[in-house]
């Protein structure tokens, strides 16, 4: 190994050992609080430590940081990504004399979800939601279909502005958690429906109409995911006060046990 070679070599390793050491060392500094574990972990695994907190950003501007870096593939759960957020809002963001939510939108929303529904609000999202046949693919309580995710809890998955996203404009490919599963049987079965749970051997399937079944893998002559949206665009369809009272009933409903709620 030559000079130049050794001397380049050296530095190199310098420099990865002092990032290191840097992030380490500030997250031995950082303020403790509540998500300070998972912005460590989520966060300073590709950005160094100092430059993320010097960053001058407002809570709303954190909240889209932080949901571009889950979209890139960031290692964690939703609540591991909403507790990295609600940190640096608390600490670095730059309007934190404001109380700090869990999950805030990065664009602010009418859709008002803390607001209790009149009587007549409520029966005003029920009809939207009768007129626009969402049921024919969601379920609420124990009426509609499975094609879908349920709707009931829908608001401890999403924040109001993700929902009024998903009613507007859709997006063209369904979320893993939401994927479809197409498979034949030997004797010519077809069915299309959502993963319960499955291992090597076996996987469990509920089918759009409600029904659950077990099929053995060895036997299946197709299984294929299925990861086009269904969802049309209500853009058009439902607006305004419409819309508004829509996504703050959707917001209100309470989660229930569902094994196919996602």
Wanted: glycine share 8%; net charge neutral.
């Amino acid at each position: 190994m030559n000079r130049k070679f050794k001397l380049v070599f050296g530095a190199m390793c310098a420099l990865l050992c002092g990032l290191c050491l840097s992030n380490t060392a500030l997250g031995q500094n950082l303020p403790d609080g509540k998500g300070k574990a998972e912005f460590i972990h989520n966060c300073t695994a590709c950005h160094r430590a100092d430059m993320v907190t010097v960053a001058k950003k407002t809570k709303a501007e954190w909240r889209k940081s932080v949901d571009d870096m889950a979209a890139r593939g960031a290692d964690g759960t939703k609540q591991d990504i909403d507790n990295a957020y609600l940190y640096l809002a608390t600490n670095f963001a730059t309007d934190r004399s404001a109380p700090a939510t869990p999950a805030p939108s990065a664009t602010p929303s009418t859709s008002g979800a803390a607001t209790p529904l009149t009587a007549s609000e409520i029966e005003q999202a029920k009809s939207l939601i009768t007129q626009s046949e969402c049921l024919s693919c969601h379920r609420i309580g124990d009426q509609g279909g499975y094609t879908g995710p349920a709707l009931n809890g829908v608001g401890s998955r999403r924040t109001p502005d993700q929902i009024r996203a998903a009613i507007v404009t859709p997006k063209p490919t369904l979320d893993p958690a939401n994927e479809l599963v197409r498979l034949s049987t030997a004797d010519g079965k077809t069915v299309t429906g959502r993963i319960l749970s499955q291992d090597d051997q076996n996987v469990q399937v509920r089918d759009t109409s409600g029904k659950t079944a077990t099929y053995s893998k060895s036997d299946l002559t197709l299984f294929t995911t299925i990861d086009t949206n269904p969802m049309p665009s209500y853009g058009g369809r439902i607006a305004g006060d419409d819309l508004d009272t829509l996504v703050r009933y959707l917001t209100s409903l309470p989660p229930i046990n569902d094994t196919a709620q996602k």
